[in-house]
Nanobody, 126 residues
């Protein structure tokens, strides 16, 4: 069973930066497609970013493109989300997600992911 461990959330001011980390362990593959989703207060979970197994394809939600960067670390079982120029509307619980196998899918919907982390809170004050 793939397990995902997130870290890096916190309370920051508007305009600040944070870096979230997610490390996969225990699964059949160590570097599947991985993504970040978030659930703002009182809203549905939404897609933020995703990265292919080899780092060759990245997808972003429109409101974060240009401010957030998803990347793979070394080992590739770790994925980062660098968040710059944070805004109050970025406040949410951020979840890491992973697919079960290595394939070409870089999904933007929750249904395309098989494993989920517990979430880490990001709060941006104005």
């Amino acid at each position: 069973q793939q397990q995902l461990a997130e870290s890096g959330g916190g309370l920051v001011q508007a305009g600040d930066s944070l870096r979230l980390s997610c490390t996969a362990s225990g699964g059949t593959v160590s570097n599947p497609t991985m993504g970040w989703f978030r659930r703002p207060p009182g809203k549905e979970r939404e897609f933020v970013a995703a990265i292919a197994w080899n780092g060759g394809n990245m997808q972003y939600e429109a409101s974060v493109e240009g401010r957030f960067t998803i990347s793979r670390g070394n080992p590739k079982s770790t994925v980062y989300l660098q968040m710059n120029s944070l805004k109050p509307e970025d406040t949410a619980v951020y979840y890491c997600a992973a697919r079960r196998w290595i394939d070409s899918v870089v999904g933007r919907t929750a249904a395309e992911y098989d494993y989920w982390g517990q979430g880490t809170q990001v709060t941006v004050s104005s």
